[in-house]
């Protein structure tokens, strides 16, 4: 029995001196403890290479509920695949009730903040998003979302101010950042005349980017540097004449980032924003939210089978807060029906304090549950990638 073990060490010695950087990476983050199973893992773990990071801004999980109800559930919606899930606490660093700044900051960093700072601390020090990191490392980066640009949210993936609205130079440092695609609102905010003359349009077509103005001129596009301002500010919303625009957008940076990603030998990071949902509901709005949450279901959709289809791709969906203090009760005359037929209820017309969920598919779904801080969330996928 004791010469059986020792060739069982050394044969599991002898795959692990034979492992790749590549490789060994792939036995750290398998977890196992056993040596055995650690030389297995070598060959069998998979490596999470591509994050698909999409946040529904002030979707809670009535918001979801809602959205199923309203589809039936013998008609899942896209959350219902999920292969793990989550809770992550919503709080910002000086108050229960987080805005989307904070929110995104910790999301894009994992560091708590004040609200209305993005991506700095409370003491105005800049802290590296996760997507800067990728940046340096050579891994392909982009953003869609459905508000403009440099807005809170997305904000918080590539600019360090201390406070949000200042959207001129929120914009010059999405310039300066290295994301590869970037597709959105906010064109009033690049094609503006600054004092030396030029528009950060102008910039960017240095730097090599096109620059376009509507999606369809991103259909012969494949690779490369590609910036998309397809509105002055925001986009339109979903039941006001937007259209396919959010799951076209992410397939199409979903193509072009996974062929620079392959070009580069490295994986890619995606963030998406289902922007609007926060601002239908501030108004309490039942059909805006309905459109905005199946519209953000449908990109949803379409990262799910991208995942099924690519190996190595890890599909996060969360939520930077809860907004409206939206409530599903009993039937009851008292309350509201929308033409769904789904009653509903709001507490509020603003942000709130509850935790919002985190659905998980694909390659290392299994590695992220529990309940935890919004930040802890951000620094477990940069555990996870290996972003330093």
């Known amino acids: 029995m004791d010469d059986w073990k020792r060739c069982l060490g050394v044969f599991a010695a002898a795959v692990l001196l034979l492992a790749t950087p590549a490789d ?11 040596p055995v199973r650690q030389a297995a893992c070598v060959a069998e773990c998979d490596t999470v290479r591509n994050l698909i ?15 199923q109800i309203a589809e039936g559930y013998d008609n899942p919606v896209s959350f219902m ?17 987080t805005d989307s700044a904070a929110a995104g900051t910790a999301l894009a960093t994992g560091h708590k903040t004040n609200n209305s700072m993005l991506g700095v601390l409370p003491d105005s ?10 940046v ?28 949000r609205r200042t959207l001129e130079p929120i914009a010059e440092q999405l310039v300066e950042s290295g994301v590869d695609v970037a597709f959105g609102g906010g064109k009033r905010y690049f094609t503006a ?53 959010l799951p076209r957008a992410v397939g199409k940076a979903l193509e072009i980032l996974s062929n620079d990603a392959a070009e580069r030998d490295e994986g890619f990071m995606l963030v998406v924003e289902g922007s609007m949902i926060d601002y239908v509901s501030h108004r309490n709005d039942s059909e805006g939210i309905l459109a905005e949450m199946r519209d953000f279901d449908r990109a949803v959709r379409v990262a799910m089978e991208y995942v099924d289809a690519h190996p190595g791709t890890l599909l996060v969906v ?17 309350f509201t029906k929308s033409e769904s037929g789904v009653l509903y209820k709001y507490g509020s017309k603003s942000h709130t304090a509850v935790m919002v969920p985190v659905y998980l598919y694909g390659t290392g779904a299994e590695r992220i549950n529990g309940v935890m801080e919004n930040s802890d969330l951000a620094n477990r996928l940069m555990e996870i990638l290996e972003l330093e």
């Open 24 to 34: 060994a990476r792939r036995v750290k983050r398998g977890g196992a403890k056993n």
């Open 53 to 67: 990071y999409m946040i529904g801004d002030g979707m809670g999980l009535a918001h979801v509920t809602m959205l």
């Open 81 to 97: 695949r999920a292969e793990n899930v989550a809770l992550i606490k919503s709080y910002s660093r000086n108050n229960r009730v």
């Open 125 to 134: 020090t800049a802290v590296e998003s996760m997507m800067a990191k990728a």
């Open 136 to 163: 340096r490392r050579g891994m392909a980066t982009g953003l869609v979302v459905t508000c403009y640009l440099p807005h809170a949210t997305p904000g918080a993936f590539y600019a360090h101010q201390v406070y």
């Open 193 to 245: 005349r600054r004092a030396d003359g030029t528009t950060l349009v102008d910039r960017l077509r240095t730097k090599g980017y096109r620059v376009i103005d509507t999606l369809a001129a991103a259909d012969t596009i494949t690779s490369g540097k590609v910036i998309g301002l397809f509105a002055s500010k925001h986009m339109p919303y979903a039941h006001k004449g937007r259209g396919d625009y």
């Open 318 to 334: 969360t939520a930077d807060h809860e907004t409206g203090g939206l409530t599903l009760p009993s039937g009851n005359a008292d």
